[in-house]
T-cell receptor
């Protein structure tokens, strides 16, 4: 079956611009996660959705970052007034219902470069 | 709070040799522990996980890991390395606050002939 997909695979933007990153989770998965992976580091948690609501957004670094999941499937991560420090790979993952022991399935990521 | 430490950012082994990748965790609640592998330009793929029960966990591609509570460790091993095992490996913990994964910094495994 289809896995988690993310678009675009690469995004180059200029400092100060607005970007949107899209995630299509596995069909039927109610839990969706965003992570950010900087060069040479492990992924860092950003936000967790259960259905349409953001159950935990404690990892969002500041108010320039926002994410939505209006119909409980596709999610969009939005970054306003991008900064060079936002350059990273943004990973999306989904799991069946959000239980601790469940496997999170990751997409291939969106590589964001802010010039 | 939870954290993960992976000792050794780079590990190099000969083909056919034992692979040992170290992971230590800190957790104030019973942990759930995971190993993921990341091949170049690909997403993270689950190798194995410990939730409850048997402390020796077997995963895909011949890898296994043992949960040792007294040592707060979850080291990953494989008896005989293959060239195809060359990748980056991440240890992760969850169980404290929803299901977010806390990852280590990763270990890059190189396998040489």
């Amino acid at each position: 079956g289809a896995g988690v997909s993310q678009t675009p695979s690469n995004k180059v933007t200029e400092k100060g611009k607005y970007v949107e990153l899209r995630c299509d989770p596995i069909s039927g998965h109610t839990a969706l996660y965003w992570y950010r992976q900087s060069l040479g580091q492990g992924p860092e948690f950003l936000i967790y959705f259960q259905g349409t609501g953001a159950a935990d957004d404690s990892g969002l670094p500041n108010d320039r970052f926002f994410a939505v999941r209006p119909e409980g499937s596709v999610s969009t991560l939005k970054i306003q007034r991008t900064e060079r420090g936002d350059s990273a790979v943004y990973l999306c993952a989904s799991s069946l219902s959000g239980l601790y022991q469940e496997t999170q399935y990751f997409g291939p990521g969106t590589r964001l470069l802010v010039l | 709070a939870q954290s993960v430490t992976q000792l050794g950012s780079h590990v190099s082994v000969s083909e056919g040799a034992l692979v040992l990748l170290r992971c230590n965790y800190s957790s104030s609640v019973p942990p759930y522990l995971f190993w993921y592998v990341q091949y170049p330009n690909q997403g993270l793929q689950l190798l194995l996980k410990y939730t409850t029960g048997a402390t020796l966990v077997k995963g895909i591609n011949g890898f296994e890991a043992e949960f040792k509570k007294s040592e707060t460790s979850f080291h990953l091993t494989k008896p005989s390395a293959h060239m195809s095992d060359a990748a980056e490996y991440f240890c992760a913990v969850s169980g404290d606050g929803y299901n977010k994964l806390i990852f280590g910094a990763g270990t890059r495994l190189a396998v040489h002939p």
